[in-house]
């Protein structure tokens, strides 16, 4: 017989039945079963230059990109590991398990962000030891992917009424070690939309992400700048003046995100506030990009450098996002629950 519990979402109480894994769970569950494969062969790739005596002498004189190369391999063997008992409490539908797949996918998203950082310290290291074809418009491409992916389904885990039916078997309050093997509790009275959790999840990580690529971009910008000769930038007036602004609203943009996400971590009651003039700051900054570009498209080629995707996919979307979170922070209930200290 099925197991039943109170869908927390439903209103009027109403006891349902649990389901089992389908929908849109299959896609997790093949990303579980394939993702141990795909950690283990980019391990190895990223190991097997230091099998090599002269790469290793060669790779002496960059300790921090040594550094970095040991922390990334830290953090795939814990994601990989990980992985496999997930997967195990997957198919035993733990009530642990949405919670186990949020650390899952911030694993994900830590190596994604740590392979950015890497290549953009040392490029030429990075294409001669790691991966000979890359480029910083495909390592931003995959690294916004896995983003977007990880951020969707950490979302999903938390509020999807699939998931709420099917892991129930264990006890929420005992955390993810200790519950494991807890007897089930599934008639939990319904709560509030309260703390970080949910939708919240996604400006979260934009906190996180959004000012290292700012801040990633800025510095790639300044050194396109100053590759240019002097005579170059005296004949741009115009176009200097709007990078300085521009400059300026990214630093801007930078220090605001990082004070937000301390706000946003001890839920302020000035969060909300917060980050509407952050959302306003970043959409500000997307549109001096098109402003840019108009004013002088050869100074602007220069300037956001050769292999570059198209600037008005990245404005677009950034206009969009920061504006659908806009009307999120102002109607949201959960939002009005969680910052209140």
Not at 121 to 137: D, K
Not at 285 to 308: E, N, S, T
Request: hydrophobic share 55%.
């Amino acid at each position: 017989m099925a197991q039943e519990l109170v869908d927390p979402w439903d209103d009027d109480g109403e006891i349902k039945p649990a389901v089992g894994i389908g929908g849109w769970l299959w896609l997790p569950l093949l990303h579980l079963i394939a993702a141990p494969f795909l950690i283990a062969m980019s391990l190895m790739a990223r190991l097997k230059p230091l099998s090599q005596p002269a790469n290793i002498h060669a790779l002496v004189g960059h300790p921090a990109f040594l550094a970095l190369t040991a922390v990334i391999g830290i953090v795939m063997l814990a994601r990989l590991l990980f992985g496999l008992l997930c997967l195990l409490q997957l198919f035993r539908k733990r009530l642990q398990l949405p919670r186990m797949m949020t650390v899952w996918y911030g694993f994900g998203i830590a190596i994604a962000a740590l392979g950015v950082v890497q290549f953009a310290l040392f490029p030429a290291v990075f294409t001669q030891f790691v991966e000979p074809t890359a480029t910083s418009s495909g390592m931003g491409m995959s690294a916004t992917f896995s983003f977007v992916i990880s951020g969707i389904f950490i979302v999903y885990f938390d509020v999807a009424e699939r998931v709420k039916n099917t892991f129930v078997r264990g006890d929420a309050q005992k955390g993810i070690w200790r519950g494991l093997f807890a007897p089930a509790d599934p008639k939990l009275p319904p709560k509030d939309p309260v703390g970080l959790g949910g939708w919240l999840l996604l400006p979260l990580l934009q906190l996180v992400v959004t000012p290292l690529y700012v801040a990633l971009d800025l510095v790639k910008k300044i050194l396109h700048h100053t590759a240019l000769s002097r005579a170059e930038m005296a004949s741009h007036h115009a176009f200097l003046l709007i990078a300085v602004v521009a400059t300026v609203v990214a630093i801007t943009a930078i220090a605001l995100g990082f004070y937000c996400l301390s706000q946003f971590l001890r839920r302020r009651q000035r969060v909300p506030r917060l980050m509407l003039t952050w959302y306003a700051v970043n959409i500000l900054l997307a549109v001096l990009l098109p402003v840019q570009m108009l004013v002088d498209r050869v100074m602007f080629a220069k300037l956001i450098g050769p292999g570059a995707a198209h600037p008005m996919v990245g404005v677009v979307t950034a206009i969009v996002i920061n504006a659908a979170l806009i009307a999120y922070f102002l109607r949201s209930r959960r939002v009005k629950n969680t910052f209140v200290r």
